[in-house]
């Protein structure tokens, strides 16, 4: 797997990121932190995460409960906000529709797509 890289691109909307490369928790909470920086971001409250097609995460499944602890001791950054998750792999997709049923008490959207134009319309609608 390459390393994990954080892609920015540019959009009036919403900011669109993606994210590629072999994946720990930590790199995937330290993108969330990096995005939530984001001037565009910060700005709209709506963000498309995109994986790439070499994305990889060790016990994805495991390390959903660390992701949640994140956002929740973050609470101030993401309330109110629109997450838009796209992935073409199914692993992901199903992954991540998981996570989107298990939150409790979610302050803040987060729905999960196979391509950016659904997920796009989803975030502006």
């Given amino acids: 797997m390459s390393p994990f890289t954080i892609e920015k691109h540019k959009h009036d909307a919403f900011c669109h990121v993606t ?3 072999e994946a ?6 330290e993108s969330m932190h990096t995005m939530v920086e984001d001037e565009t971001y910060q700005r709209t409250q ?3 995460v995109q ?7 060790q016990s994805p499944v495991l390390n959903m ?6 956002v929740k001791s973050n609470e101030h950054l993401f309330t109110g906000s629109r997450w838009a998750v796209v992935t073409s792999s199914m692993l992901y997709y199903g992954i991540s529709r998981m996570y989107v049923a298990w939150r409790h008490d979610a302050t803040y959207e987060l729905a999960v797509f196979r391509d ?10």
Avoid: F, K, M
């Fill in 19 to 21: 994210l590629d490369g």
């Fill in 24 to 29: 720990t928790v930590e790199s995937i909470i």
């Fill in 46 to 48: 709506r963000i498309v």
């Fill in 51 to 57: 994986t790439g097609p070499a994305i990889g995460l």
């Fill in 65 to 70: 409960r660390r992701v949640e602890q994140y």
């Fill in 116 to 125: 950016v134009p659904d997920a796009a319309a989803w975030l502006t609608r």
